[in-house]
């Protein structure tokens, strides 16, 4: 791009972009730093440092509550890619039908569960799972299961399947909404042409509708890894990590080393681990699936 | 033999048509119930989860409001909301109006750095943001939490806007000068009230981005004054674990804003909140 004659002059710039990046900086770029320099210490918030060096990643390479949270994590966010856009691309397929009726109704049902906050998400499917008030035991009860009933969020075994299902749940509109808007800004012609040329129902899908939101679909698997790499708020709403720390993944373990433990240059150490192992699969899962989205 | 196959693919189409309208059932059903509890009586509810409210009351509604600091924490994310709002519309229009207008020394660094945002996982710096705000003494006021809520909304807002206001001719600029408009003026006046379909977006995703944040509210926060809904509504289900009708009519409370939204303005928002990753 040719320079702009009206620019104005460079201080300008700098003045009136002083506070929108200085903010920003001061946000996000800073606390890196902090958590490189503080994760060397041995810190427990007070006045008492203790430089340890490496330490404490190499206490955190021998932790167990580490690698069982890192283990859950990989696990929930494996649960999330084959739930949340698994669910969406079948159902985005079920929308380019003919005889798929309501779609926009669905659509605008199944996007309500996004705009809500994790928090309410996670404190209304307490109540759901609960055995007092929860209407899945009832229901169970209604359909003859009795013998389903489970203690959904204090069964060590099932409970990170158990927390799995309102994420997955929430978010399934979400990428239902991106993938039939892909599909939607294809040219209508296009897809009549195929009918016309004999490829109706299944083969559209398969030569034609699937090739045309492939890139949609790697889109939406890179932002599902990402966004459930970060899981928070949810699981610690309804479980906290338990019981023991069976449900327990990363964000939630920093959270509960720095501020339960108060063991804050360990939680810094941590937290540079985890901002480290979440850009490798940001990374690493967009050169596997070879987009070029963000640039 | 066609006719078995016609028969079966309707019983098919039936199927699917059912088992969509079941899952999206399953979205709105725990929400209606949920409104529908919060009218119940909880000795009625007690006996029988899934009665309709014969007789809606709305005396839960004045307990929850009254009981507790729920009426305070609403009050505090609805002005730390809205002063989100302003403040990501105002800087990340400057920054993507600037970004986008000018080539100047390391204006192509600031946009990557905001753009990084989306890439850094921003939860993952808890611990660092509160130590740095402990350090500087900026935990427990009002405005502490404008800090993270406007950054977190800034990197997918400025993408928003540097790629809307890239598509606005610069003859524009040019002719807003010539009227005797200043730089100010120019960007506000002229080239900003073009950008409303973006700033809309901007609107919606920073508002409903704000309005549900929890972690950094958890962390940031210990005043009980200055606490938001979604910690209050947390204190709220220790409290009242009993009673659930109060505690339903609480959880209502708290996402009412953002469902009246999106009662109305449905389509704006699942096109604004989807727009960062068709656009991304």
């Known amino acids: ?295 | 033999m066609n006719k078995v196959m016609k028969a079966g693919n309707t019983c098919f189409h039936f199927l699917v048509n059912l088992m969509v309208m079941l899952f999206s059932l399953s979205c709105i059903l725990p929400i209606l119930w949920m409104i529908n509890s919060s009218l119940r009586d909880n000795k009625d509810f007690m006996q029988s989860v899934i009665g309709l409210a014969a007789k809606p009351a709305f005396h839960n509604y004045v307990e929850a409001l009254q009981t507790g600091d729920l009426w305070h924490c609403f009050l505090n994310s609805g002005y730390l909301s809205i002063l989100t709002v302003i403040l990501t519309i105002v800087f990340s229009f400057t920054v993507g109006f600037m970004v986008s207008r000018y080539r100047f020394f390391g204006s192509r660094l600031i946009y990557l750095l905001f753009i990084s945002g989306m890439v850094i996982p921003i939860l993952s710096l808890m611990v660092p943001v509160f130590i740095e705000f402990k350090k500087l003494n900026l935990l427990n006021h009002w405005f502490t939490l404008l800090f993270p809520y406007v950054s977190f909304a800034m990197p997918l807002s400025v993408l928003l806007m540097e790629n809307f206001i890239k598509t606005i001719p610069r003859e524009l600029d040019e002719a807003a000068y010539m009227e005797g408009c200043n730089f100010f003026q120019m960007m506000w006046k002229v080239i900003f009230p073009l950008c409303k379909p973006i700033v809309s977006v901007v609107v919606i995703t920073s508002f409903i981005s704000a309005w549900n944040e929890y972690p950094f509210s958890l962390i940031l926060i210990g005043d009980e004054k200055l606490r938001t809904i979604s910690i209050g509504i947390r204190f709220f289900g220790q409290a009242h674990s009993f009673n659930y009708t109060l505690y339903f009519a609480a959880l209502v409370i708290s996402i009412a804003p953002i469902l009246i939204l999106y009662a109305i303005f449905s389509k704006h928002i699942m096109q604004g909140m989807t727009m960062g990753a068709v656009k991304g």
């Not at chain 1, 041995?42 to 990643?57: D, E, I, P, V």
């Not at chain 1, 939101?213 to 309804?238: E, P, R, W």
């Open chain 1, 1 to 295: 791009m040719r320079k702009n004659p009206l620019q104005p002059k460079g201080w300008k710039i700098g003045t009136v972009l002083l506070l929108p990046v200085g903010v920003y900086i001061f946000m996000v770029i800073i606390p890196i730093f902090f958590a490189a320099y503080y994760s060397l210490f041995k810190w427990s918030g007070g006045k008492s440092m203790t430089f340890l060096g490496m330490q404490n990643y190499l206490d955190i390479l021998r932790d167990d509550t580490f690698w069982l949270s890192f283990r859950n994590t990989a696990v929930f966010t494996l649960l999330m890619v084959v739930g949340q856009v698994g669910i969406a691309f079948v159902f985005t397929l079920f929308f380019t039908m003919k005889w798929m009726k309501w779609t926009e109704f669905h659509r605008r049902v199944m996007f309500i569960t996004n705009i809500i906050s994790a928090v309410v998400i996670g404190l209304l499917w307490q109540i759901i799972y609960s055995n007092q008030a929860g209407i899945l035991n009832e229901f169970l009860r209604a359909i003859g299961r009795e013998d389903w009933i489970r203690p959904w969020l204090d069964d060590p075994k099932i409970v990170l399947f158990s927390v799995a299902v309102p994420v997955i749940w929430q978010f399934v509109g979400y990428y239902l909404v991106i993938m039939t808007s892909a599909i939607a800004s294809v040219p209508k012609d296009i897809l009549e042409m195929a009918e016309v040329d004999g490829a109706s129902g299944w083969k559209r899908s398969i030569y034609i509708t699937i090739p045309m939101i492939y890139d949609t679909l790697k889109v939406c698997i890179m932002i599902c890894i990402a966004g459930s790499f970060k899981t928070f708020d949810h699981i610690s709403v309804m479980t906290g990590g338990g019981p023991g720390n069976s449900s327990m993944v990363l964000s939630l373990y920093n959270y509960d080393v720095s501020f339960s433990m108060m063991k804050m240059g360990y939680g810094c150490a941590l937290a540079v681990m985890i901002l480290v192992i979440s850009l490798l699969l940001t990374l690493g899962s967009r050169l596997l699936l070879g987009g070029k989205r963000y640039e």
